[in-house]
């Protein structure tokens, strides 16, 4: 019973270096999302997808990057990390929009340090 | 844009007290309510909802109703338990990005025995 599974679970990156947060779910969810979280904070939508080939800037996308190439699959990749970007990941997914009531499920979180 | 407004924490209760996590919406129409719960060290996670005015949601002795008169959906608990200890979010969809849940700063619950 997997859900949403996101890897690595914790990382330290440095200035400038480049990451890819992965993210997988086996509930055939048409909506995926990253958000991340900074403390004492809400969170934050970063990316977002509503089937495989079709993603879409959430409200803090500067310095992300993703892709779905694949129902199961959405990787957040960050290129030039930067200490603002220290921060916890969240994946997730629905399998329609939260505007219809649906559930929107959680990965575990990828804590990310930059230094 | 569509917002939501959590009570400030932290809130630091004995166990058996009775919990009120305040929450006000600003929205147009009458959009689905969330809570969702994060324990340490984990994702959140649905706690309850409700879909539509004056729906009640509950879930694990949680309970709140939707009302649209105050634009409320305060979260109540009648007798806390330490188990009860996380972070609560309440939530509702829309802003800028379709599909998505906006989510308010989150409220730190503390119980201890």
């Known amino acids: 019973n997997a859900g949403v599974t996101q890897t690595p679970k914790f990382r330290i990156l440095k200035i400038g270096q480049s990451m890819t947060l992965q993210c997988t779910q086996d509930m055939n969810h048409n909506y995926m999302y990253w958000y991340r979280q900074d403390p004492g904070m809400g969170l934050k939508l970063i990316y977002y997808s509503v089937g495989a080939g079709i993603t879409d800037k959430g409200e803090v996308p500067n310095g992300y990057n993703v892709s779905r190439s694949t129902t199961e699959d959405f990787p957040l990749r960050l290129e030039l990390a930067a200490p603002s970007q220290t921060s916890v990941y969240f994946c997730?997914?629905?399998?329609?929009?939260?505007?219809?009531?649906?559930?929107?499920?959680f990965g575990e979180g990828s804590w990310l340090t930059v230094v | 844009g569509d917002s939501v407004t959590q009570m400030e924490g932290p809130v630091t209760l004995s166990e058996e007290a009775f919990l009120t996590i305040n929450c006000t919406y600003t929205?147009?129409?009458?959009?689905?309510l969330f809570w969702y719960v994060q324990y340490p060290g984990e994702g959140l996670q649905l706690l309850l909802k409700a879909t539509k005015a004056d729906d009640k949601g509950s879930n694990k002795g949680f309970e709140a109703t939707y009302r649209k008169e105050t634009t409320s959906f305060h979260l109540e608990k009648g007798s806390v338990q330490v188990s009860d200890s996380a972070v609560y979010f309440c939530?509702?969809?829309?802003?800028?990005?379709?599909?998505?849940?906006?989510f308010g700063q989150g409220t730190i619950l503390t119980v201890h025995p």
């Open positions: 929205a147009t129409g009458y959009p689905s």
């Open positions: 997730a997914s629905s399998y329609q929009g939260a505007e219809a009531g649906n559930t929107i499920y």
């Open positions: 939530a509702l969809p829309g802003g800028t990005s379709y599909g998505k849940l906006t």
